[in-house]
């Protein structure tokens, strides 16, 4: 029986087997809803980068010097090019390798008259002799294995591309969040500033009026408690403004010393409207979830390596060789060899199935935190748009509330400089037209922040730039 034809007799049926390791690969089963729980009307859908929809230039540099200074975002950069290393490395095992050698040997007998094996003698106790060899080899890939390394390896790069975008996603939303921060702590600080001149105009009138002997003890105190109230809020505000400066000079790369921020009317930056779309739309506007499906399908491709390592390999070498006593005569004697050699694993304690059941375990690990994300994506925008919607109406009375307060206050001042009014109701009206006025700026803070939430939940843009 010829020997070296048993392997390739052995083809169809490694082939046949090769078709039987396969298997499908699993379903998330989550179906989208048909539209969202939230109210909001349809918008024109907005195409570009999201942060301009904000009418803020410096928000906007603020962005693009974040995107280049981020370290997070550098170090994941650099997992990309290592996840595209592998990608070669991977389908380097689909081509056959080929190995070029060159050795030379001398050999010198010390004493003796040597043996047998030894080509040196009492008489000629030095031998040289020179080879070269040129060896090619190739596993014929019956399995898969190779194919599906080689694709698992392309699914971990899509996936290292992705958490890169999703990244770049949450480090955009966190630069805009930071920048409204120190805006709103800028406008609450300008606020608390005119508020605590009108107290002390006001407490001028009522130590006037009590030097005068028109106004008591009791409500000169409380003017001057309500003054020191606001002079109170100057340095707290001035504080949530530092360190929105300083969270942000970090998002950016660089010391906060570095940063310095144009003083942009807070009333300057608009409330973008934004088109949700329809749920079904955000599987394709997310990155997470792209990257989510990629790794579940690099899982996929590992269980196929893991099954086919289950597998007898089948690996062919040729190499032409030639060797002889010196080397001016390698070239006399070339010898071509040919080799065809089949591996079965026979017993490995249980390692290579345990290997597959690894392999199986993740992918299910790995599709239970796909259906998550998909869960948690339509959670997500299902909150932002309930915060649009219920800030948006908040706003609405909020305005009349403010624009009341502010009456009041007129009235109650003007009244009390005329002596038709006491103090009390003064205090109470400042109190209410400042918190109201703190109100507004809060609000439309958390407005525009809703907006920023929406846009990340929506996936900010990032499959309409890759269109």
Known sequence: MNMTKVPFALIPLLALLAACSQAPAPRSDIVPPARWESPIAPQPTYFGPWWT???SPQLSQLVEQARRGSYDLKAAT?????????VRIAGGALLPQVNASADAYRQRLLRGQGYSELDTSSNARTYHYFDTALTASYELDFWGRNAAARERAGFSLQASELDRDTLELSLSGQVADAYLDALAAR???????LNLANAQKILDVVRHRYQAGSATALELAQQQSLVANQQRQLPRYRQQARDAQITLATLLGEPVQNLQLADVPFEQLQGPTIDAGIPSQLLARRPDIAGAEA???????????ARAALFPSLSLTASLATGDRQAVDLLRNPVLNLGAGLTAPIFNNGQLRAERD??????????????????????????????VDGLDRQTHWQ???????QRAFDLA??????????????LQAQSTLFSAQ??????????????????????????TARL
């Open 53 to 55: 929809s904000f009418n």
């Open 78 to 86: 650099a997992r990309v090019r290592q996840a595209g290393a592998d």
């Open 187 to 193: 406008e609450q600080t300008r606020i608390a500033a």
């Open 295 to 305: 790794r579940l399908a690099a899982a996929q491709a590992d269980v196929r390596v």
């Open 358 to 387: 690894k392999a199986l375990a993740r992918q299910e690990e790995l599709l239970e935190s796909y259906r998550g994300v998909l869960v948690t994506s339509f959670g997500e925008v299902e909150k932002a748009l309930n915060s």
């Open 399 to 405: 305005q009349e509330e403010l624009k009341q307060a």
């Open 413 to 426: 001042e003007s009244r009390y400089r005329a002596g038709a009014e006491d103090l009390l109701s003064v």
């Open 438 to 463: 703190a109100e507004r700026v809060q609000l439309r803070k958390e407005r525009l922040q809703a907006s920023v939430a929406l846009y990340k939940a929506l996936g900010g843009g990032w499959a």
